[in-house]
């Protein structure tokens, strides 16, 4: 007892585990408690039980091993890890518990099996069961199998694998254990139920006996199908329906689901393969040679012996198949031939589809030998063929098929015939498309009209056969031609013909041909069929053939087919017989005088004749018997041209109102062709054929006229038919038209003497271009150079157009070809590949010689060189080929495995021609040709690697993925560990799948590799197979995929369970069929490729419809287009909707099409650079693209495009479904801005794709979206990221190269745009490497964009460095091309205007004459040259750049675009505003050197103000003077125009727009009345605040062309002595009293962009510093009058804007190196004020922008190298800025920082995190003073006098004095009330002297700088300290005093920069300035500069001080000095020393 009561104290799971058996049977039954009470299945409780579960079952006691049992399954049903255990358990229940006595014991095991089976542990459980099958024991077997049926009955064959079940069934018959036998036939029979006639032939070699047995028992089942009746817990929905058809009784409904499995389950799939080639005798490659035919019979027999074995392991067959196809091809034995036939028929039914790969060798070479007449030899022919048929398809043996139905021995031609009707009946609607019929048809019909009896009769069958599979409908249109009879016949025969069940399968195994019972039995021969290569069919289009009925969902197509079809058979009527019907018709005195002698009866006798056709009915009209009667003599010999037109009008008229056949056309086409060429009667009989054309369609009726008109020898005739064929073409469209048919016939035009017929030739082609587009060149490629080129000149003239829509021909050719069409793009997934069989290929079969096959296997390598050398050869010469290639295909293959790897790749260079050759028709080899190129990818050299993929790629382009994924071939290579091979697959599967809509179920053959490849040692072949696991997801689904891992052993299970959870996250999404697809084929919605179907194809109307679809696609609202689509489609879904599902999804993507366009995926952008960095996709970068970047793309669009908008964009034969889909993108910009900058890299990179293009419309499509995207990019501030911009710009780039220059001026216009949203620094590196380029007009445009960059941006967008940079470009200066050599000048003169002299070191050494050109440019251009140069100087301009001139009359853009436009929305005005403001730029150095060769004219623009003035030169004034000579000339454009188009604002109410758009073209004119005419008129509008809104959306525009003005001015009109300083005064005075009205009003004054503010504040400092303003009259008071305009700009601009204008402006001030230094002091003054205003504006204010600017400043000043410039002034401005900014906004500017890349690495970062800690020490140094004081209140006295004492100390040592001094200065100038009275108290007198003289020195050392160098100052406004002075009115004293010293030192002259101290004199208020602003604008003032200085003085000083008293208080400035008294004393005594000087 006291045992137990030890253990009884255990917790549960020790007791489990207790050595004692009672310990663990108690611990059995608590667990049991446990387990039931637990109710969390996720629980921790169970973890504790995960090892103990095994004990449980295995327990040595019998007692407790029960008890343990149902503790086990009550852990199993209720732990969610319990399937972890499945293995060990059921292990354990197999080896432990099956063997138990007890019964219960055993009905325990058996649940727990199957409680496993029902939580997903299915595969682990059946493995275990299995092995126990093999266990000695006999009652473990028994209750294995008994378990195994259990399993099966409830779960059903779904759950449970049948294979290996069935494959181990057999060796239980053979048991001694009568029970084991007995449970094996229970056994069987549950298999029988679940699988019929399946499992016969696996258990075949049982005893008979047994077998009889089983017979009888399966006689027994009931015939319905078994279902499911215990369900896993992953299908408890189906279980509950299940549950609910058991309550209501009816369980039909589920019967068929359930009766899914049964068929799928293949009889072959259950067989053992069997491995033959080993076994095949050692001599049988000789005997099959021999030349006794007993010994060749033996080797045969032993094949035949092998090849019985109905499943065959695969293998290299390839010299077997040799072998026996020799035997059938060549051996005379007739015996023979039946045995090899047999042997074959034998391989291809156990390799399946595995004989795919020969059947190409071997189907040509039975064909022929089916002249044999023996019936046993055509039997077993017939046998073998059938069988090889059955493991291809249809597609890759119709070349062979056709190449023979023309063949003379009948007896081929009818066994092929024959052939192909057995293979029809393995064929659906979908595996027997169109395009096959298409190709088959004419054959057969040649074959009905044979004089064989038994070839007619073999082409009614197959026929027949077809017409049964594909049904009436689709089959008629080719039998147009057939009379009535023959049709009959091929019905008759349709009615005959029996398909092999519904689904269209039968048959397809050597158990087919062995067991007759077969046909009895469907079930079993269906599933046979199943696997085979056409099973596809039945999965693609589930029903198959019922769907035949279908196409009454296209329901005009239906109405016109039918009548159509009567009147094509329409037979030919006797010359009685017409005259008879004519009499009833025509009046008798027309039919007497029709052939009269008199022409005039003749004519009377027409007309009568016209008029009775006239009043004639349909109905009643006899078309033929009325031509005939008009062919009567004299018929078309007629000689009177009056009745020959006449005649010719009749017959239009009776074709275009009868029922008009083709039997009528022929009587009169010989006619109408005559007399085409007549130049009387030739329009007439144009009318006539296209009449004839439209009642009998245009292709057949182009064909007959072409082939007659080519048979004659009349030139005329020939031109006035191809021009009249051109001109049809137009009119009915392109579809059906036969171009094989013509390309010879226009050959032949091409070659003639008589240039018409040339002419008419090329124009022809023309038209053909416009629908065929490039592919159409191949035809011509060897036509002479010359014809050649006026080819290419032709088709460049149609580059870009589209059809004109098709308005003719829709009575029949619509209906017809629509659902041809509609089948073959269904099928070949567009219209490309049609194009490509429409050429002419060559048979190289027989060039292929032997001789050339030996060689190429030659054992000498350089034989084998030479073999592959004469291959290509014959490749090349032929260009394209057929693809019977001979025995090419293994000799090449035998190459692939070279072991000189030369030749590998010489070899896969041959079959990368062979590609190209062979186009489509390629499918055929993929499997003996193209696998084995998948097998190089293992080869360890990565150039032979690289030259695999590159050829794999080629095949897949022209042969598509699905060959190459069916079979097992693919898996075969997987299986390979070879690492390159594997990791090379993986990633281009991964590449080209998503792409894929279906794939092959044999895809599900390469998991189980795919999982080993997951845990492969190599690295890289993980990583590829992770990146795959997602992709095989996607399409297989993440169940199957886990179903698979069942199969892996439990260490691998683990990992690779949890990675397919996690692709489970990430699986993408697949791509959904097309619309047309899973409906009927021929419905007008569902055959076309999805984005046709989409747009056109949903309309119960006629099938023109689908004409006006593809042609009118240039309408210019594609929205209103598709929604005119939508409604119909609709309409139709409501009536049709139950019948015609596939309509109502089409009708519901269009329905779609309202919806967005782009799908905002969180974080979507930056996932997919993450995978672009982790290299998980390709970067995008190439040469050209590839279709893995294609496929890429379109997979990466597809999560967030619209479906039908990715159609649209990836359209493959419409180019204008492209163009729309860019439209709607463009309009819908505005409206999913969102949308669009998430998707932004990937429209970007759709844009580079076609950028590689050659269609001009999409280009300027795309550049045109361009143009209106980056501005609003811009505008929204939007930055481009490194990702986007690297994958975009170098493809921009290549088109700045473009011959075009429309196109060149676009890409540069979108440059400049670009550089708004990337930093141009980062775009100078793209435009380095363009200038690489092979190209020369993208190198010289290259070097001009750098130009403009350098000059725009100063030297700082020189990356890495200037001098690298440079010297790069001065490279160029030697080049060939005479524009690039210009380019690269003028981009290094743009340098030396910038930098000087320095620019001769940076490019480093020159050859001489390169120097000498430099220094030759430098001299004649540089900044110096005055503006008025020689007029050589403009011709020798003008010649340099010819092909850039601009339109005569510079304004005639203006007047054009405008009127287009005039409802311009704003980003079409940023448009126009950028492109003008890069030209201005590049003329703010250029102007002075007016003949400057290298401004880039690609700046040329359509709407621009910019070509108002200029043609050839940048700077638009210059321009006009070089337009007219002189600018005082009459001769002036502009004037007159502002004139003719509106005087005056009042009078544009139509388009005010476009108006204002042209005057404010005109305030840029080089004309200064032109110019000051259209200031006055925008003046005009400015005043009136109703009418000021109007310049709204034109402010950017308007500022632009203002400071171009300002720059005009001050470069050119102020240097020219022959101007009135007074007109320029005038003008001066214009543009700002425009610009004081325009930012007076801040609504408008906030639309001026950054870019344009800073242009704009660039040009007033300019103005304030220019020297020559005040030798005007009243220049001072213009100089104060911008000074307020200054002000004005700062208050009234967007503070965003104006900030980050002014930060970029110090930015480059400072950098550039020739600038003013007084230029930067007042930039930085603005700054201060701005910083001043900063409390009021912080909350309107985007910090993040402001940061990004102060970072890039910091960045190219660092703290270091500020410091370093001669004054500090730069850095505390900079520091002051940062500072107030963080008073104000505080620790959350941290998070306004987003903007920067690498935030981390910024010095901005470090010093705000800085700024932010110590903010409570140092809030004193913020930048408002006027809350300075109570700043310095909180400062701790204690810190205060630290900082002081510290200071001190400085001073008192001999070392830091004068740092100690100037610390201290600077100390008082931030706290100027700061008490030093306490620190210097108990200091000498000396020391306190020595401080305030110290103090003095350093004032007056930084005053002195002031005067000498003013950038040392930052004073805002007079040098003044404010401070926090009370307001006295002695503070005025200071500023009275500096007024007085600054009139004294200009009268003195002492220095000319009174402009540095006024910048921000807001002392002068509003009105002060105003009245002088008045007047400057009504008349200038006469007085001198300081007279009105005196005489101004004492009018301003009143409100100057009463403005200066309010600014006091807001003064944040660093001073002079630390008290206004100093102030006051240092300017008294100044003054003082100027009045002695004076005296």
């Known amino acids: 007892m006291g045992d137990d009561s030890e253990w009884m104290k255990l917790p549960i799971d020790q007791k489990c585990e207790h050595k004692v058996w009672k310990a663990r049977l108690n611990g059995y039954e608590e667990a049991l408690k446990l387990f039931k009470r637990i109710e969390d299945e996720k629980s921790p409780e169970w973890g504790k039980y995960l090892g103990l579960l095994k004990k449980f079952v295995t327990d040595s006691n019998a007692v407790a091993q029960l008890k343990g049992l149902e503790a086990a399954l009550a852990y199993i049903e209720n732990a969610h890890v319990a399937g972890k255990t499945s293995g060990e358990v059921v292990s354990g229940v197999v080896s432990k518990v099956f063997n138990q006595p007890k019964a219960r014991a055993k009905e325990l095991g058996s649940d727990i099996c199957l409680m496993y089976m029902e939580i997903e542990r299915a595969e682990v459980v059946q493995d275990e069961l299995i092995k126990g099958l093999d266990n000695k024991n006999p009652k473990i077997v028994v209750t294995c199998i008994e378990t195994l049926r259990k399993a099966l009955s409830e779960f059903g064959s779904k759950i449970i694998t049948l294979k290996p079940v069935v494959k181990v069934l057999p060796k239980q018959f053979e048991s001694r254990e009568k029970a084991v036998r007995d449970e094996a036939k229970l056994l069987a029979v549950e298999i029988y139920k679940w699988i019929r006639d399946a499992l016969r032939p696996p258990l075949q070699g049982i005893n008979s006996v047994q077998l009889k047995e089983l017979e009888e028992e399966w006689v027994k089942l009931p015939t319905a199908a078994p279902k499911q009746s215990r369900f896993l817990r992953s299908q408890q929905a189906l279980k509950a329906k299940f549950e609910q058809q058991q309550a209501a009784g009816g369980d039909e409904a589920d019967g068929d689901k359930d009766d899914e499995p049964a068929p799928q389950v293949d009889p072959y799939e259950l067989l053992e393969a069997v491995e033959i080639l080993s076994k095949l005798p050692k001599d049988f490659y000789d005997k099959i040679e021999a030349k006794k035919w007993q010994e060749r019979k033996e080797a045969l027999e032993a094949v035949e012996t092998l090849a019985k074995n109905p499943k065959l392991e695969n293998g290299d067959f390839g010299d077997l198949v040799r072998a026996l196809r020799k035997v059938i091809g060549k051996d005379a034995n007739v015996m023979l031939v039946t045995l090899a036939a047999k042997c074959v028929a034998g391989l291809a039914a156990g390799l399946r589809k595995k004989f795919g790969t020969y059947a190409g060798h071997v189907v040509p070479t039975i064909l022929e030998k089916f002249k044999e007449k023996k019936p046993q030899v055509v039997q077993a022919l017939q046998e073998a063929i059938d069988a090889i048929f059955l493991t291809t398809n249809l597609q890759n043996i119709s070349e062979d098929v056709l190449g023979v139905m023309d063949n003379k021995n009948p007896s ?16 659906t609607q979908a595996t027997l498309p169109k395009s096959m019929l298409k190709a088959f048809c004419p054959a057969f019909l040649k074959q009905v009209n044979d004089s064989a009896p038994e070839v007619r009769d073999a082409a009614y069958e197959a026929l027949g056969t077809a017409m049964k599979v594909v049904g009436e409908k689709a089959v008629n249109p080719f039998l147009a031609d057939l009379d009535k009879l023959k049709l009959d016949k091929i019905k008759e025969s349709a009615d005959k013909v029996e398909l092999p069940g519904k689904k269209g399968g039968g048959g397809g195994v050597g158990a087919e041909k062995k067991a007759p019972a077969a046909k009895a039995a469907p079930p079993a021969v269906a599933p046979a069929r199943s696997s085979g290569p056409p099973k596809k069919a039945p999965a693609a289009k589930l029903g198959g053939p019922p769907k035949k009925g279908k196409p009454a969902s296209a329901p005009s197509a239906k109405g016109k087919k039918c009548p159509e079809t009567k009147e094509f058979v329409e037979t030919e009527i006797s010359i009685e017989v017409c005259e008879e019907r004519s009499a009833t018709v025509l009046p008798a005195s027309c039919m007497q005088l029709l052939d009269s002698a008199n022409w005039k009866e003749r004519l009377a006798s027409m007309e009568e004749f016209q008029k009775a056709v006239e009043q004639m009915d349909k109905s009643e009209m006899p078309c033929q018997a009325l031509v005939r009667m008009l062919a009567k003599k004299p018929g078309w010999k007629e000689t009177n041209f009056q009745v020959m037109q006449m005649k010719l009008h009749i017959v239009g008229l009776i074709a275009q109102k009868g029922s008009f056949s083709k039997t009528s056309a022929f009587v009169v086409l010989d006619g109408l062709v005559d007399k085409i060429g007549d130049v009387k009667c030739g329009g007439k009989a144009k009318e006539g054929l296209t009449a004839t054309a439209e009642a009998c369609s245009l292709p057949w009726t182009a064909e007959q006229v072409v082939s007659m008109v080519f048979a004659q020898k009349n030139p005329k005739n020939q031109a006035e038919t191809l021009n009249w064929l051109a001109n049809a073409m137009k009119e009915f469209g392109f579809a059906g038209i036969n171009v094989k048919g013509f390309i010879n016939n226009v050959k032949t035009a091409l070659g003639a003497t008589n240039p018409a017929v040339r002419t008419a030739a090329i124009t022809l082609l023309g038209v053909m271009y416009l629908y065929m587009g490039a592919p159409l060149r191949m035809f011509f490629e060897d036509e002479k150079p010359a014809l050649l080129k006026q080819i290419d000149d032709e088709f460049e003239k149609m580059q870009g157009q589209s059809p004109p829509t098709a308005f003719r021909g829709a009575r029949k050719g619509g209906a017809e070809e629509d659902g041809e069409e509609a089948d073959e793009q269904e099928e070949d997934g567009g219209g490309a590949p049609d194009v490509m069989d429409l050429l002419p290929r060559t048979d190289i079969s027989d060039k292929i010689t032997q001789d050339m096959v030996d060689k190429v296997g030659d054992k000498n390598w350089k034989i084998r060189k030479e073999g592959l050398d004469e291959v290509a050869a014959v490749i090349s010469e032929a260009k394209f080929i057929q693809p019977s290639i001979g025995e090419l295909p293994m000799a090449l293959k035998g190459r692939l495995n070279d072991s000189n790897k030369i030749l590998v790749q010489q070899t896969l260079t041959i079959l990368q021609q062979i590609a190209v050759a062979m186009g489509p028709a390629l499918k055929q080899h993929v499997k003996n040709l193209g696998m084995p190129i998948i097998t190089v990818l293992g080869d360890g050299k990565t150039n032979v690697r690289a030259a695999a993929m590159t050829t794999l790629q080629a095949w897949v382009e022209q042969t598509g993925m699905k060959d190459w994924l069916e079979g097992e071939d ?31 179920s044999d895809l599900m053959l390469c998991v189980p590799y795919l999982y080993s490849c997951l845990e492969d040692r190599n690295g890289d072949v993980r990583k590829k197979a992770q990146d795959a696991l997602p992709i095989f997801m996607m399409h297989l689904g993440y169940e199957k995929m886990l179903k698979a891992t ?87 879904k409501g009536v049709l909707g139950k019948k015609a599902p596939v309509t109502k999804a089409t009708a519901k993507d269009e329905e779609d099409r309202s919806g967005v366009i782009f799908i905002l995926l969180p974080n979507g952008k930056e996932q997919r650079i993450k995978e672009e960095k982790g290299l998980k996709v390709l970067k995008w970068n190439f040469n050209t693209p590839r279709d893995e970047y294609v ?23 419409d180019f204008q479904r492209q163009v729309k889909a860019i439209g709607v993108m463009g309009e819908r910009m505005e409206d999913e801005l969102e949308g669009t900058v998430s998707c932004l890299d990937l429209i970007l990179k759709w844009f580079t794709l076609r950028f590689f293009e050659t269609n001009s419309t999409v280009l300027m499509k795309v550049l045109e ?65 363009g200038t690489k380029s092979k190209n020369s007009k993208q190198r010289a445009e290259c070097l001009e964009e750098l130009g403009c960059l350098i000059e725009n941006y100063g030297m700082n967008v020189c990356q890495p460095t200037p001098a690298k940079s440079m010297k790069e470009i001065a490279v160029h200066i030697g080049d060939r091309d005479n524009s690039v050599r210009n380019a690269a000048l003028n981009t290094v003169l743009a340098v030396y205007n910038v930098c000087g002299d320095q620019v ?62 005039p409802q311009e929305d704003v980003p079409n005005k940023l448009k126009i505003m950028y492109r003008t403001y890069r030209i201005q730029a590049r003329a703010q150095n250029a102007v002075r050197e007016h003949s400057h060769p290298s401004i880039p004219k690609e700046f040329q623009l359509d709407l621009d103000m910019i070509e108002n003035d200029h043609t050839r030169v940048s700077e638009l004034p210059d321009l006009v003077q070089h337009k007219l000579d002189e600018l005082l000339e009459p001769i002036m454009m502009p004037e007159p125009k502002i004139r003719s188009v509106s005087p005056h604002f009042d009078d544009l109410h139509n388009s005010t727009a476009s108006t204002i758009n042209f005057v404010i073209s005109q305030v840029a004119s080089g004309d200064i009345n032109t110019s000051i005419q259209a200031l006055a008129q925008i003046d005009e509008v400015l005043r009136q605040e109703d009418k000021a809104e109007a310049m709204s959306g034109h402010i950017d525009q308007f500022l632009i062309a203002t400071f171009m003005q300002l720059r005009l001015i001050y470069n050119t009109h102020m240097a020219d002595d022959r101007l009135d300083k007074k007109d320029i ?27 344009v503010l800073k242009d704009l504040m660039h040009g007033l400092i300019t103005l304030m510093l220019d020297a020559r303003v005040e030798d005007i009259e009243d220049g001072q008071q213009l100089i104060r009058s911008v000074n307020l305009l200054v002000v004005r700009v700062l208050e009234k601009s967007d503070q965003t804007n104006i900030l980050s204008a002014l930060l970029v402006l110090l930015q480059d001030s400072l950098t550039t190196s020739s600038g003013s230094p007084m230029f930067s002091e007042l930039v930085m003054k603005c700054l201060w004020r701005m910083i001043r205003f900063l409390p009021e504006t912080i909350n309107s204010i985007n910090l993040d922008r402001i940061l990004l600017d102060v970072h890039n400043f910091m960045k190219v000043f660092p703290k270091e190298k500020l410091k370093q410039l001669k004054s500090d002034v730069p850095h505390r401005t900079l520091k002051t800025l940062l500072h107030t900014l963080c008073k104000l906004t505080g620790a959350k500017i941290l998070d306004h920082m987003s903007m920067i890349e690498n935030k981390n690495d910024s010095e901005l970062e470090a010093h705000l995190r800085r700024v932010v800690k110590h903010s409570g020490n140092f809030s004193g140094m913020k930048s408002d003073r006027g809350t300075e004081k109570g700043q310095d209140d909180r400062m701790s006295k204690a810190k205060v006098s630290d900082i002081l004492s510290e200071i001190f100390k400085k001073i008192g040592s001999k070392e830091n004095t004068k740092e100690g001094l100037t610390e201290l200065y600077e100390y008082k100038q931030k706290y100027s009330d700061a008490d030093l ?48 002075v009370p307001l006295n009115g002695e503070e005025m004293k200071p500023a009275v005093y500096y007024e007085r010293l600054k009139i004294l030192r200009q009268r003195q002259g002492l220095e000319n920069n009174s402009r540095q101290a006024q910048l921000l004199q807001q002392e002068e208020g509003d009105s002060g300035p105003m009245r002088p602003i008045a007047s400057l604008l009504s008349k200038p003032s006469v007085a001198s500069s300081t007279d009105m200085l005196q005489s101004k003085l004492s009018q301003l000083k009143e409100s100057r001080e009463s403005h200066f008293q309010q600014e006091q208080s807001h003064s944040h400035s660093p001073t002079r000095c630390s008290s206004p008294s100093a102030n006051l004393d240092d300017l008294k005594k100044r003054l003082e020393r100027i009045k002695s000087n004076r005296q």
């Not at 299986?975 to 697959?985: D, G, M, T, W």
């Not at 287009?1121 to 409604?1127: F, L, M």
Request: glycine letters at 4%; a positive charge.
């Open 1046 to 1132: 069942g199969k892996l052993k439990p260490a691998s299970k683990e990992p690779v369970s949890a990675l397919l959870e996690k692709a489970r996250a990430v699986m993408p999404a697949k791509l959904a069929p097309p619309p047309g697809k899973a409906g009927a084929a021929k419905s007008v919605s569902g055959g076309a490729p999805a984005a046709k179907s989409a747009l056109s194809k949903a309309k119960p109307k006629p099938v023109i419809d689908d004409y006006d679809d593809d042609d009118d696609d240039d309408e210019p609202e594609p929205e209103t287009k598709i929604k005119k689509v939508v409604k119909p489609g609709a309409a139709k």
């Open 1625 to 1651: 005064f005038k003008l001066y005075s214009c543009i700002i009293g425009n610009m004081l009205s325009l930012f007076s009003m801040e609504s408008l004054a906030r639309e001026a962009s950054m870019g």
């Open 1400 to 1461: 001769y070191k940076l490019i480093g050494n020159l050859s001489e004459k390169e120097m000498s050109m430099l220094e030759e440019r430098v001299k004649r251009f540089a900044k110096k040259t005055p503006a008025a140069a020689p007029q050589p100087a403009k011709q020798a301009a003008e010649r340099e750049r010819p092909q850039r001139e601009h339109p005569s009359n510079p304004n005639a853009t203006f007047m054009r675009k405008p009127a287009q436009q």
């Open 1877 to 1924: 009275e306490p620190f210097l108290r108990n200091t000498s007198q000396f020391f306190q002297s020595y401080v305030e003289r110290g103090l003095r020195m350093i004032e007056s050392e930084r005053e002195g700088k002031g005067r000498i160098q003013p950038s040392s100052t930052v004073i805002p406004q007079h040098g003044l300290d404010s401070g926090s």
């Open 970 to 1000: 693919l898996s075969e290579e997987l299986k390979r560990e070879n690492p390159f091979l594997r990791q090379e697959v993986l990633g281009w599967l991964a590449e080209k799948l998503p792409a894929m809509r279906t794939v092959p």
């Open 1191 to 1213: 496929d890429q793309l379109k997979t990466q669009m597809s999560t967030c495009f619209a479906r039908w908008l990715q159609d649209e964009l990836f359209h493959a034969s």
């Open 412 to 427: 081929i031609k009818q066994q092929a015939s024959l052939f192909l009707a057995r293979s029809f009946r393995h064929c």
């Open 1265 to 1329: 979206y361009l143009k209106l995207l980056f501005p609003t990019l811009s505008r929204e501030n939007y930055h481009l990221n490194e990702y986007e911009a690297s994958s975009f710009i170098p493809y921009l780039i290549l088109k700045v190269g473009e011959s075009k220059d429309v196109v060149r001026k676009d890409v540069r216009a979108i440059l400049t745009m670009l550089c708004k949203v990337y930093p141009a620094s980062k775009v100078f590196p793209f435009l380095m490497d």
